[in-house]
C-alpha cells in the first residue's frame, strides 16, 4: 500500500512555472523560504559544482539573493557559513544571513531543512544511511546551538522525501555498520525482509529519533512521508535509475531584504 504522504507537505508553482513541495511549519514563518524541487522543473546534475547557475537561479526564484552549498561525501560534518558558493566537503551547512540560502541535493537520501521559529537561523542535512548512522542530524542542531545560539527547542526541523522504509531495502553491512555507530538503537530503524540478510531501512524514524535526542520538540519535527523509490515520476531516485539519476533539492533561506 503506497505511504501517504504528510498533511502538512504540499505542492506549491514558483514563479518562473517549477513546481516544488513546501512545509507548512516552514512556510509560516516570516521571512523564511524554502522548496523541496521536483521532476516538473529543472533537475539537477550528481556533481556538486557543475550546478552552481542552477542553484543560483532557484535561490532567486525563492527571494534570496544567492546560495551556499557542499560537496556531499556522506559524512556528519555540518560547517557554520556566512558567504555563498561552494562550502566544501561537508553534509550540512547553517547560516544566519539574510539572503543567502542554503542547498542540498538528493536522489534518494533525505534531506532535512532547519529554521528557528523566528526565522533568524537556517539550515540544510544530507541525511545519506552512511550520514544518518553517523548523527548528521544531530550535528546540525548542535551547530545551530554551539555557532548561532538557537536553543534546539525553538528549532523547526522537517525531514524531506527519500528512500521510505516499504522499499528501502538494504544488505548486513548497512545493519551492522548502523550497530557500530548507533548501538542497541539501530535495531529500531530496520525491519527483516523475508530474504537472508536483507533489511528495510527507516531514515525517517532515524533521523526523526536523532532529531528528538537532540533537542527539537515532538511538535516541532516534520516528515514529508514521500518515498522517492515510490514516487519516481515526481523525485529523482538512485535506487529506481541507477547512475543515470538527476537530483532534485532542498533549499532554505532567510529572503532578501
Known amino acids: 500500500m503506497p505511504t501517504e504522504p504528510s498533511s502538512s507537505f504540499h505542492p506549491a508553482v514558483l514563479p518562473d512555472g517549477r513546481q516544488v513541495y513546501r512545509f507548512a511549519p516552514l512556510q509560516n514563518i516570516p521571512g523564511l523560504t524554502h522548496a523541496y524541487t521536483t521532476r516538473n522543473g529543472p533537475l539537477f546534475p550528481a556533481e556538486a559544482d557543475v550546478g552552481a547557475a542552477a542553484y543560483k537561479h532557484l535561490a532567486v526564484e525563492l527571494g534570496c ?30 547560516t544566519d544571513q539574510p539572503g543567502l540560502a542554503v542547498l542540498g541535493r538528493s536522489a534518494d537520501c533525505a534531506l532535512i531543512l532547519a529554521a528557528d521559529t523566528g526565522g533568524r537561523v537556517v539550515g540544510m542535512a544530507h541525511a545519506s544511511w552512511r550520514s544518518t548512522i553517523k548523527r548528521v542530524a544531530m550535528h ?36 551492522q555498520a548502523a550497530e557500530t555507530h548507533l548501538g542497541p538503537d539501530a535495531g529500531n530503524f530496520f525491519l527483516k525482509t523475508a530474504q537472508p540478510n536483507k533489511w528495510r531501512m527507516d531514515l525517517w524514524a532515524a533521523n526523526t529519533s536523532q532529531l528528538l535526542q537532540a533537542g527539537v520538540g515532538f511538535m516541532h519535527l516534520y516528515t514529508a ?11 529523482p531516485s538512485h535506487r529506481a535509475e541507477g547512475e543515470n539519476a538527476q537530483r532534485f533539492a532542498g533549499i532554505i ?3 532578501s531584504s
Open 253 to 255: 533561506g532567510r529572503k
Open 65 to 94: 539573493r544567492d546560495v551556499a552549498w557542499c560537496r556531499q561525501v556522506h559524512g556528519d560534518v555540518v560547517l557554520p557559513i556566512r558567504k555563498p558558493g561552494c562550502a566544501g566537503e561537508a553534509d550540512g551547512l547553517v
Open 140 to 175: 546540525l542542531i548542535e551547530i545551530m546551538h554551539k555557532d548561532f545560539n538557537v536553543e534546539p527547542a525553538d528549532v523547526i526541523a522537517c525531514v524531506g522525501p527519500s528512500a521510505g522504509p516499504d522499499r528501502y531495502e538494504v544488505g548486513l553491512d548497512v545493519r
Open 225 to 235: 512521508r514521500v518515498c522517492t523509490i515510490e514516487r519516481n515520476d515526481l523525485f
